[in-house]
């Protein structure tokens, strides 16, 4: 974003005769462009967050719904005061099914979001949003208690420019954006539904945004196909 960033600074700045640098204009001046290695939660490991034992900490309760909800819903952290808006609810008349109803903070994109059981258990919980910062500090705390996210894993991250690969407990790698990536790679892997569709509820605009947003093999982007 910060190369898309400039070159769009110095486009702007060559059409008003600011400079005569035509450098930006050069397909060849884009960022280095690579999938990313932001994990995501397994079946396995959503079910044992939804499991564990919080009561003894309030802090660490509130946010397991906060981020449950990003699991269930596939939305960015910016629209967790309208996903846990009652206003927001809406019952269609065509199947009597409710939905969750508002535009997303990011892109501006309307949504609708079908309820399902898990999500209206957690609107029944009524959690005090917190910010980000506070949210991926509790997610961490949480993913620390359970077996499955204290396993290593190998990520890949531009430092200065250049590839590195470092290794850190899984625990350590969760954020809120981790529950978005969770809900759209999950739906993606489970072959039940078209793309679009879960486009259509994530708001990407783009397959091949989408595709390099959900982490999924090779195998997994075939898996189900018979002929």
Known sequence: KVVKHLKAVMNDALSNNLHSNKIASNRHFQ????????????????????????????????????FLML???????????KLFDQDNIYTDGRDNRKYLR???????????????????????????????TKLNKHIKE????????????????????QDIT?????????????????????MYMSNKYPTHQIMAITGHKKESTFLNYVK????????????
């Open 102 to 132: 508002f535009v997303q903070g990011k892109g501006e994109q309307p949504m609708a979001i079908p309820l399902n059981q898990k999500i209206e258990r957690l609107l029944s919980l009524s959690p005090t949003v917190i910010t980000s």
């Open 31 to 66: 960022a280095h462009k690579r999938s990313t290695d932001s994990i995501y939660l397994t079946e396995a490991e959503v079910e044992a967050l939804e499991q564990i034992d919080l009561s003894h900490d309030k802090k660490l309760h509130n946010a397991r719904i906060l």
């Open 142 to 161: 949480i993913g620390k208690l359970i077996p499955d996210l204290q396993k290593e894993e190998s990520i890949s991250m531009v430092v200065g420019g």
């Open 71 to 81: 699991c269930y819903t596939g939305q960015r952290v910016q629209d967790l005061p």
């Open 216 to 227: 999924a093999t090779d195998i997994d982007r075939v898996r189900g196909m018979v002929w």
């Open 166 to 186: 470092m290794t850190k407990k899984r625990y350590e790698l969760l954020a809120s954006h981790c529950g978005r990536r969770t809900f759209a790679t999950l």
